[in-house]
C-alpha cells in the first residue's frame, strides 16, 4: 500500500503540474452548470433537488474521462517511460492501481467543486440533502468506472486519440445498454431474462437508482467489480506488451 501511495502522489501532483487540471476542472464544471441550469431547466420546473445537474453526468463522463483516462497509459507508453516505470521496485498491479487512484481522486475534485449548486439548491428551498449525497456517491462511482474503462484501453495503444475513441464507444455501450430505446428493440424478440441482462450491465439503471437516493449494494458492488475488473485487464494487458 506505501507503494501505491508513491505512485498516487506522484501522478496526482502531475495533474497539477500541467494545463490538464485547470482545464478538464473548467470544461467540467461549465457544462455540468450549462447542462442543469439551462438544458435542465433547473429554474423552471420549480422543484429543489438536484436531479437535472446528475441526470447529465453519464454523458459528460461519456467524453471528459475518456480524454482524461487516454494519457494514462499510452503517453507512458509512447515516450518510453513506460520501460522505466517497470525498473521502479513496484508490482504491475502497484502500478495500474496507482495510477488508476490518482485519475479517479482527480475526478473526484472536479467533481466536488460543484458544491456551489448543491449550496444553490439549500438556499432555493428546502432539497433532501441524503437524495443529494447519494447523487454525488454514485457519481463517484460511475466516473471510476468510466475510468477503469479508459485505463484499460489506454493500455492497449501508443496513440492517446485511439485511447479516446475506443474508450468512448465501449462506454458508450455501457450507458446505452440501460437506455429504453435499445431495451425496446430486444423486448419484441428476446426473452426477458436477457433483457434483464443487458440492463443489468448498463450505468444508467444502477446510477440512476443511486441519484434518487436508493443506495443498494448491489448497485456499489456492481462499480466496484466493474472497476476490478477492468484493472484486471488492464494489468494482463500490461504484462502482455512487456512481454513483446
Known amino acids: 500500500m506505501g507503494r501505491i501511495g508513491v505512485i498516487f502522489k506522484r501522478e496526482l501532483a502531475g495533474y497539477f503540474a500541467t494545463p490538464i487540471a485547470a482545464v478538464f476542472i473548467v470544461i467540467f464544471l461549465m457544462l455540468a452548470g450549462t447542462f442543469t441550469f439551462y438544458l435542465g431547466n433547473f429554474f423552471t420546473r420549480g422543484q429543489a433537488d438536484l436531479l437535472p445537474f446528475f441526470n447529465f453526468h453519464p454523458w459528460l463522463y461519456l467524453v471528459l474521462i475518456p480524454a482524461l483516462a487516454m494519457r494514462l497509459w499510452a503517453e507512458e507508453r509512447r515516450g518510453g517511460t513506460i520501460e522505466l516505470l517497470f525498473t521502479l521496485p513496484v508490482t504491475l498491479w502497484e502500478a495500474v492501481v496507482g495510477k488508476f487512484l490518482a485519475a479517479w481522486c482527480f ?138
Open 107 to 244: 475526478t473526484g475534485i472536479a467533481l466536488a467543486l460543484t458544491f456551489p449548486m448543491w449550496v444553490t439548491v439549500n438556499l432555493l428551498g428546502e432539497p433532501d440533502n441524503g437524495v443529494i449525497l447519494a447523487g454525488y456517491i454514485g457519481s463517484f462511482l460511475m466516473a471510476g468506472g468510466f475510468m477503469a474503462i479508459g485505463s484499460c484501453v489506454s493500455a492497449i495503444t501508443k496513440n492517446q486519440v485511439i485511447a479516446f475513441v475506443v474508450s468512448v464507444v465501449v462506454g458508450l455501450g455501457f450507458v446505452l445498454s440501460g437506455f429504453p430505446l435499445v431495451l425496446d428493440f430486444f423486448s419484441g424478440w428476446t426473452p426477458q431474462i436477457f433483457l434483464e441482462l443487458i440492463s443489468s450491465f448498463s450505468f444508467l439503471t444502477h446510477f440512476n437508482d443511486i441519484s434518487r437516493g436508493v443506495i443498494d449494494f448491489r448497485d456499489i458492488v456492481y462499480f466496484l467489480s466493474l472497476i476490478g475488473f477492468w484493472l484486471f485487464a488492464t494489468a494482463l494487458i500490461l504484462e502482455w506488451k512487456k512481454a513483446e
